[in-house]
């Protein structure tokens, strides 16, 4: 079974913080994902990496930054935390290939609150 | 540009009905064509995804999706709701030709199977 982890399930944190989520995948994957989910928008791409230290900017990259040091984890930094950044922040990773019809595996979920 | 339409925010249905979740896209190519499932405070999980082939596909938990790709729509179905189904449906697309490794994801539709 694949497994998508994520550091916490719930933070809260205060405008201005520097905030670390991390992500870790146990399948080998190489393309590693970071939405974030809001009612009523859905699941925007933040950020997407397909190989180690590689990394795409995705439709909403503004305020957050990427690390990929290791094939299995994948690191969303919010430089500097504001209110508008509280959501819910999903991780997915994906198997080999350009393709695009491999499947995405989806972490719990970190809803994180911004105060 | 990429796009998916979930028109409908929620749909209701009783428990024992066929149920029709709907999702039309736009891509310039060929899509790869995805549903994932959201249960409360979970993260997403695969149901189905059409790739080629056969335009019914079967998936889990006794989904199944039909490809049109004359009315760009790949709506999700099942023949007799549980009350259990109740729950958060995405639709993806990814253009195939695209060379990126974006989905694009649709802003779900909330499910209500009622007993």
């Known amino acids: 079974d694949v497994k998508v982890t994520q550091s916490s399930r719930y933070l809260v944190k205060r405008t201005g913080e520097k905030v670390f989520l991390e992500c870790v995948q146990d399948?080998?994957?190489?393309?590693m994902f970071w939405y974030r989910q809001d009612p009523g928008l859905g699941l925007r791409l933040i950020y997407f990496s397909y190989d180690v230290k590689m990394k795409e900017k995705g439709d909403i990259p503004e305020g957050y930054s990427v690390s990929r040091e290791k094939k299995e984890r994948f690191s969303l930094i919010l430089e500097s935390a504001s209110t508008n950044q509280t959501s819910m922040y999903l991780c997915a990773s994906s198997p080999t290939g350009t393709s695009g019809k491999d499947t995405q595996y989806f972490g719990p979920g970190t809803r994180l609150t911004v105060l | 540009a990429q796009s998916v339409a979930q028109p409908e925010d929620q749909v209701n249905v009783a428990e024992g009905n066929p149920l029709t979740v709907k999702c039309t896209y736009s891509v310039s190519g060929n899509p790869y064509l995805f549903w994932y499932v959201q249960y409360p405070n979970r993260g997403l999980q695969f149901l189905l995804k059409y790739i080629t082939g056969d335009n019914l596909v079967k998936g889990s938990y006794g989904f199944e999706a039909e490809f049109n790709k004359s009315q760009t729509s790949f709506h999700l179905k099942k023949p007799s709701a549980l009350v259990s189904d109740s729950a958060l449906y995405f639709c993806a697309v990814r253009d195939r030709g695209s060379g990126t490794y974006k989905y694009i994801f649709g802003t779900g539709t909330r499910l209500k199977v009622l007993a």
């Open positions: 399948m080998d994957h190489e393309n």
